[in-house]
């Protein structure tokens, strides 16, 4: 009922918000504010968590740094914007947020009818199934007649019911409205199977005290596409959003990194050259200047190095990347940004 | 001198004459007196309250034991991340260095840390502002009481957000300086004999008269604020935006404007509800019906995300003050309800008693009706005060970072990732202690003035 009704708030919102919006480009508004407002969640780890020191750090606050960095010369010209999901999209709509990072999933109805432009794809993520290493399963497909300890009223709760039905099997839902009261139901044995967004479980599980006796498995039972997302309406910040990212994916994929990224510059690589804008003029048609990637990959690094640095192998949240969706397409995953040129 | 001889002679009197000497009294009965005594009445007096006794035992016992065990003997206190916590105990034990190093988070949110001491200063300010109400010789209390909760704000404000200043913002902070500087000096000069300060001051310049004194009086409230001006523009803090506010600072921000301002708007809207012109009477009720049959989830959501939409682009409300205003809007319709119980208590031989004295609607009001409806409804506003601190926590949907959604946040720093019961009862123990201390200063409050007997 909740949703019904902040979804069409939020159509509405869009619906009145187009006009002003178009009428300041946000490019504009950004620089005029000397910052840029950047919507994030509730903190989580690994995408956007708050440290002790009150700091912000993860994949998703990496993307809102990147596009100050491309637009400001500091990635630290960012106002961090910490909205409940159920807001999320009023608040980008009415002009509040200039952007939006936060675990999003692109969906049709999403782009179409509530007024947003996704920018693009900056994790690959999916729902999986997590399961006590000694209760012996090796698929999803052996989970018949299991208890299933799911999060109540999100979409997660559909997608498990969806993979019963279509495998003509049944499930037992132990649900609750907060996460940590799931987790200690599934750690003191009340239900056999654990669902979650896969990175949402490589985190959760990363909390249990013997991690080693849980295993995720391998099966994927939905998509979840998660990307930044700008409002419906101005195109050219849509640009500048999605090319940013393209160009982090892009720099990882030419090896340029944050330490070598002046080297680079001398680079005969015409595909490189391009990218830090000592060919062509890319940048500036967008409203910046010429070496707007330069300024990112300084800030921020290269997509890999964002990955490792947030939820690569040495971090607590730890989603193993290699042969996952999220490795480069060289690589054997389907991260593949479009040529610059 | 001359008591004295009058007992000693009332002694040697009684010595004179046999009188009747009552036996000193007998100790009571051995099984009547003492510990086994006091065990037997109150707790076994009969089998079934005997087991209950013992049931009540083993329950009070169990949770204390598991509690003790969990946060002292099996906690952890020395680690630098959840995982160290865990391979030491597992889940038995706390891990409280996650809460420790958290804690100025908690407290202070995401407010630099190079500035906390302008947090710590605006809290000693108020502390000595309030100071003078608790010295026994001070007569202007209501009058400093008033200065505090109306130009604390003025100054506090500067002192928390800083930034540059225009002139009317230099004018008002001066004047939150003059009333600190002034409520400071009364308070001296009140408790060491010298009367009111401004008296004090006029009959240093030489005045005589009352009449003088009064114009002298006013001139030297202008040189204190001359004085507060000087200092104010020599006076620059860097500018904090109130995004990075948070943790119990940002509770106690919203809170306090929530419950200072609650109480005088419930008291005019609670008059205007009973007021006898329709006009009034009816906007008064249309305001109090409308922000009392809405959530407060609700209020805070239409200002904080319908309100950017009705206003022209570029204009930005501050959210912080968006969601005081929702905060402080809906107290007030509530506080409204609970005056309007109160004064609906009054007998209407007081209203009578007052016309017949001659007083008028404002004096009637103010010096017969209100003083004895708000001694009766202080337990009601009490509790809309402790509901308020407690409310406070849904600003976090509104993306404002109070104390509650600081705490959830311990549980997403990849540090201590999953952390969530500790810091839970870290803030339980926090809640409890400011609720506890506001319950108590009312029982108090309501002691003195004998609100409960005098009826």
């Known amino acids: ?341 | 001198m001359a008591k004295e001889q009058k007992t000693s002679g009332a002694a040697a009197g009684a010595a004179a004459f046999k009188t009747f000497t009552p036996m000193a009294a007998r100790p009571a009965p051995k099984d009547l007196t003492g510990v086994t005594a006091w065990l037997r009445t109150n707790l076994f007096s009969s089998v079934p309250s005997a087991l209950l006794t013992f049931l009540g035992l083993w329950i009070a016992w169990s949770v204390l034991s598991a509690l003790v065990s969990w946060g002292w003997v099996n906690a952890v206190f020395q680690a630098s991340s959840r995982r160290e916590c865990l391979d030491k105990v597992g889940l038995s034990g706390a891990c409280w260095p996650g809460v420790v190093v958290w804690i100025p988070n908690l407290i202070y949110g995401l407010y630099p840390k190079d500035q906390v001491w302008r947090i710590n200063w605006g809290a000693l300010l108020l502390i000595v502002w309030l100071l003078p109400l608790w010295l026994p010789r001070v007569q202007s209390k209501i009058i400093i009481g008033f200065s505090t909760v109306l130009l604390f704000p003025l100054l506090a404000s500067y002192l928390f957000l800083g930034g540059p200043k225009g002139w009317i913002w230099t004018a008002l902070i001066a004047v939150g300086l003059t009333g600190f500087l002034w409520s400071l000096l009364t308070a001296a000069s009140e408790s060491l004999g010298g009367g009111p300060f401004l008296r004090l001051a006029a009959r240093l310049m030489g005045a005589k008269t009352a009449e003088e004194e009064a114009q002298r009086g006013r001139l030297a409230l202008l040189g204190l604020f001359a004085i507060a001006v000087l200092l104010v523009t020599q006076w620059n803090l860097d500018f904090v935006p109130t995004r990075v506010w948070g943790g119990l600072f940002l509770t106690l921000v919203i809170s306090g404007f929530a419950i200072t301002f609650s109480l005088p708007a419930g008291i005019i809207l609670a008059l205007g509800r009973r007021s006898k012109m329709p006009v009034i009477s009816l906007l008064c009720t249309t305001f109090i019906e409308l922000f009392r049959s809405v959530p407060l989830i609700t209020i805070l959501f239409m200002f904080n995300t319908m309100l950017p939409l009705f206003l022209p682009a570029g204009v930005e409300v501050n959210q912080l003050l968006r969601a005081i205003v929702a905060v402080c809007l809906f107290a007030s319709a509530y506080m409204a309800e609970i005056v309007r119980g109160g004064l609906q208590a009054i007998p209407r031989g007081q209203y009578e008693a007052a016309s017949a004295m001659g007083l008028g609607y404002w004096q009637s009001t103010s010096l017969i009706i209100m003083p004895q409806a708000l001694k009766i409804m202080i337990p009601n506003i009490v509790g809309i005060f402790i509901g308020l601190l407690k409310d406070t926590t849904l600003v976090s949907i509104v993306g404002l970072f109070d104390l509650l959604s600081m705490a959830r946040a311990i549980a997403r720093d990849p540090g201590w990732i999953g952390l969530f019961l500790e810091p839970m009862f870290f803030i339980t123990v926090v809640y409890f202690i400011f609720c506890f201390a506001m319950s108590q200063y009312s029982m108090s409050l309501e002691k003195r003035l004998g609100a409960g007997e005098r009826r």
Request: with cysteine.
């Open chain 1, 1 to 341: 009922m909740l949703k019904t009704i902040l979804s069409f708030v939020a159509m509405t919102a869009a619906a009145a918000a187009t006009a002003p919006a178009q009428a300041q480009a946000t490019l504009n508004q950004v620089k005029a504010r000397g910052s840029l407002n950047c919507q994030v969640g509730t903190p989580t780890a690994g995408f956007y968590a708050l440290a002790a020191d009150g700091t912000w750090s993860g994949m998703d606050v990496d993307m809102c740094r990147a596009v100050a960095a491309a637009v400001f010369n500091d990635p630290k010209k960012v106002q961090f914007q910490s909205v409940t999901s159920a807001v999320r999209f009023t608040s980008l709509a009415n002009g509040e947020s200039d952007m939006l990072s936060r675990t999003t999933t692109w969906t049709a109805v999403r782009d179409t009818q509530l007024g947003l432009e996704f920018a693009g794809i900056n994790f690959y993520d999916g729902q999986g199934l997590m399961v006590p290493k000694a209760a012996n399963i090796k698929s999803a497909k052996e989970l018949n007649n299991a208890t299933v300890c799911v999060l109540t009223g999100t979409t997660t709760e559909l997608n498990i019911a969806d993979f019963y039905r279509a495998n003509n099997m049944t499930f037992k839902a132990v649900t609750a409205e907060n996460e940590n009261v799931l987790i200690t139901t599934y750690l003191g044995g009340g239900c056999d199977v654990y669902t979650n967004d896969k990175s949402g479980l490589a985190a959760i599980r990363s909390a249990f005290p013997k991690p080693d006796e849980h295993m995720i498995l391998p099966e994927t039972i939905s998509k979840e596409p998660l990307g930044p997302v700008v409002r419906h309406g101005d195109q050219n910040w849509g640009d500048i959003v999605r090319w940013t990212l393209n160009g982090l994916i892009e720099a990882e994929e030419g090896g340029v990194t944050s330490a070598n990224v002046d080297e680079m510059l001398k680079s005969t690589n015409p595909a490189i050259k391009r990218l830090l804008g000592v060919e062509g003029n890319i940048g500036e048609g967008m409203g910046l200047t010429k070496d707007f990637m330069v300024r990112v990959i300084k800030g921020v690094g290269n997509y890999g190095e964002i990955y490792e640095r947030n939820v690569g192998a040495k971090t607590p949240v730890n989603i193993p990347r290699d042969g996952s969706l999220n490795a480069l397409w060289t690589k054997g995953g389907i991260l593949y940004a479009p040529p610059f040129r």
